[in-house]
């Protein structure tokens, strides 16, 4: 008896979720059993690349999740949120310092001492296409970075924020052959210190200070429209509970900013856009945060929702995310459940990555 084909159930199988087949791949050990894998429809085969034919040996992971990309001088380590750790040499980023990346971009500073004028550029890990800007004088050294835009494109922007006594303000467009450098001045007992990537948002940057107000500016006039908004969230104390990081994202036309304190407390918050005042936040619905110090996003979660990935891992091997759902920290792999995360590695360098 000849078998009926079953198009709902073979649709099911089509159009199963990225991260689910993505997990499912780390079962296949033989080369003979990958290969029927990649043979169950044709989505699966466009999804599964063939390791040994990859030019970036992670596709085998699934490209369509972020991943965290940590450096150890050219020795790059990609974290995957359901894998433990793959590595690649990039020889040419030994000397360089990954500030920010977009979009399978990362955007590369250069310059070990601090006299010299440091380069600054574009760089594909996956076509190892470089793109050159400017580059930034010695007495600049600016602390966050952010850019709008494909570095392909020919409308980018690029901006460098720094705070000292005053904060400096360094821009960059598609065609310029240096930084356009603003200083602006503070008011008398203001401080600002900047603590996150600039987040571009309807055509302004959003700059979230450690403290929790917020700095404003369009970059295509510093100086005119610069602003400090919102209430301070946070004082410096020295206790358990005082800040550790904090990070902030843009997410459906919103602003969300995210504290992690000593002790393992989250605290999510969301930005009024009329009155500037933060709003305390208990639900990501189905959305997931991916945080580190050189970039953050939001994305619609598939099989994992509602939790946070910081930039932690578990045994040196294993990314950790806050779920706020049950308020603790957990692991993708191991069986733990936490308050705090003491006995994990904080990796100040690095930077989530999706490879397009």
């Avoid at 946070?234 to 550790?244: A, V």
């Avoid at 049950?326 to 069986?335: E, I, L, P």
């Amino acid at each position: 008896m000849a078998e009926v084909f079953d198009e709902e159930l073979y649709d099911l199988w089509a159009n199963l979720p990225s991260e689910i087949l993505s997990l499912i791949q780390t079962y296949i050990t033989r080369e003979r059993d990958y290969n029927i894998l990649r043979f169950i429809c044709k989505s699966w085969r466009c999804t599964i690349v063939l390791h040994r034919q990859s030019p970036f040996p992670i596709d085998r992971f699934g490209l369509r999740s972020p991943l965290l990309m940590s450096s150890q001088g050219s020795r790059y380590n990609f974290f995957h949120p359901l894998h433990h750790a793959y590595y690649m040499q990039f020889p040419e980023l030994s000397e360089e310092k990954i500030v920010y990346s977009k979009d399978g971009w990362l955007l590369v500073r250069t310059g070990i001492v601090h006299m010299e004028d440091k380069q600054i550029f574009f760089f594909n890990p996956l076509t190892k296409m470089r793109i050159d800007l400017p580059d930034i004088p010695s007495y600049h050294p600016f602390a966050k970075f952010s850019f709008s835009g494909l570095p392909t494109s020919n409308d980018y922007i690029v901006v460098g924020i720094e705070h000292c006594l005053n904060v400096e303000i360094g821009v960059v467009k598609f065609g310029m052959d240096n930084w356009q450098i603003d200083e602006i001045s503070l008011e008398e007992r203001h401080s600002y210190h900047v603590s996150s990537n600039p987040v571009f948002l309807d055509g302004c940057c959003y700059c979230l200070d450690v403290n929790g107000k917020m700095g404003i500016f369009d970059p295509n006039d510093v100086i005119n429209s610069w602003k400090i908004v919102g209430k301070t969230l946070w004082r410096p104390r020295w206790s358990r509970n005082s800040l550790f990081q904090s990070f902030m994202v843009e997410s459906d036309g919103e602003l969300l900013a995210i504290f992690l304190t000593n002790d393992g407390r989250v605290y999510v918050y969301k930005q009024d856009k009329l009155k500037f005042d933060w709003m305390k936040v208990e639900d990501l619905d189905e959305k997931v945060i991916y945080l580190s110090n050189a970039s953050s996003w939001v994305e619609k979660g598939i099989v994992s929702k509602n939790k946070i990935y910081f930039p932690l891992l578990y045994d040196d091997k294993a990314l950790v995310f806050y779920s706020l759902c049950t308020r603790r920290f957990h692991s993708n792999g191991y069986d733990f459940s936490r308050n705090n995360f003491y006995d994990m590695k904080y990796l100040p360098h690095s930077s989530w990555i999706k490879i397009m």
